[in-house]
């Protein structure tokens, strides 16, 4: 079974630019989750798709950052313009089920992310 | 106080030795609990997932919770240099899963 797939893994940018992450969740996983991991923190959920429905965006800075999950399988999240404070790891997950939490969730590999 | 708080270590322990991760947590209500291990550069990977009372065994791994203190901890018996990485306490908070910062565990040879 293939696992969870993100790109680019790498991505350099300078502040006030634009950019996006693409993510493509396990096949069949109803459930995709986006993270943010800023060095030495914990991840922290941006926000969790149930399908194609957002389930919680609440930590979502929703000035800059945008998410979608057409269809209910490839995810993007992209942030406009970008900050200094948005460098982080961007790490995408998905759970087999839909409507919990205590699913076991399957992470990619992650997008790491440099604001210059 | 956060949400979910770990020792952000490094814990340093010989090989074969018992390793003891530490995590508290803020809300009572919380009902579901997970280890996740991180190597450097890497992605979480799920260890351990805990609901009850007590202790909860697989392989070399233990977690143990105490919802009445507030506790979750893991314990690694038989620790191998290739169980160096970062640690992550997991606790379901308002239905969002919310992580400690993590504890860097060395394990020498």
């Known amino acids: 079974e293939a696992g969870v797939a993100q790109s680019p893994r790498y991505k350099i940018i300078e502040k006030r630019q634009s950019v996006a992450f693409w993510c493509n969740p396990i096949s069949g996983h109803a459930t995709l989750y986006w993270y943010q991991q800023i060095l030495g923190q914990g991840p922290k959920l941006l926000i969790q798709f149930q399908n194609n429905g957002v389930v919680d965006d609440s930590q979502l800075p929703k000035d800059r950052f945008s998410a979608e999950r057409l269809k209910g399988v490839d995810s993007t999240l992209k942030i406009q313009p970008a900050k200094l404070e948005d460098s982080a790891v961007y790490l995408c997950a998905s759970s087999r089920l839909a409507g919990g939490m205590a699913d076991t969730q399957y992470f990619g590999p992650g997008t790491r992310l440099t604001v210059l | 106080q956060k949400e979910v708080e770990q020792n952000s270590g490094p814990l340093s322990v010989p090989e074969g030795a018992i390793a003891s991760l530490n995590c508290t947590y803020s809300d009572r209500g919380s009902q579901s609990f997970f280890w996740y291990r991180q190597y450097s550069g890497k992605s979480p990977e799920l260890i351990m997932s805990i609901y009850s009372n007590g202790d909860k065994e697989d392989g070399r791994f233990t977690a143990q919770l105490n919802k009445a203190s507030q506790y979750v901890s893991l314990l690694i018996r038989d620790s191998q240099p290739s169980d160096s990485a970062t640690y992550l306490c997991?606790?379901?908070?308002?239905?969002?899963?919310?992580f400690g910062a993590g504890t860097r565990l060395t394990v020498k040879p």
């Open positions: 997991a606790v379901i908070v308002n239905n969002d899963m919310r």
